[in-house]
Nanobody
Framework: QVQLVESGGGSVQAGGSLRLSCAAS????????IGWFRQAPGKEREGVAA????????YYADSVKGRSTSSQDIAKNTVYLQMNSLKPEDTATYYC???????????????????????WGQGTQVTVSS
């Protein structure tokens, strides 16, 4: 059974940084996408970053591009989302999600679309104050 456990959320001031972690277990496939999503109250869930476990390729939404970096530690079965220059509008619950499938084709929907992911973590809260 696939399990995803996020950690690393917290409260920071604008301009600060946080590193979120997603510890994954129970995968029977060696190749899968792991995505990072966020949802603020009253808003739709938004895909912000994704990494392809097979080769470490990363993909980012425009809202976080240049400020965030996703990486993987294969030995620890963990994916990270380093977020820098945080803004109040980054405040949300952040989720990691996973789906076992081929890398191609690479499209925005397959990388950052919530519907494309079958397994979800419980979420971790990020609050950025101005």
């Amino acid at each position: 059974q696939v399990q995803l456990v996020e950690s690393g959320g917290g409260s920071v001031q604008a301009g600060g940084s946080l590193r979120l972690s997603c510890a994954a277990s129970g995968f029977t496939y060696s190749s899968h996408y792991i995505g990072w999503f966020r949802q603020a109250p009253g808003k739709e869930r938004e895909g912000v970053a994704a990494i392809y476990w097979g080769d470490g390729s990363t993909y980012y939404a425009d809202s976080v591009k240049g400020r965030s970096t996703s990486s993987q530690d294969i030995a620890k079965n963990t994916v990270y989302l380093q977020m820098n220059s945080l803004k109040p509008e980054d405040t949300a619950t952040y989720y990691c999600a996973a789906d076992p499938r081929s890398k191609y084709p690479v499209t925005p929907i397959r990388t950052l679309g919530a519907w494309a992911y079958s397994h979800w973590g419980q979420g971790t809260q990020v609050t950025v104050s101005s």
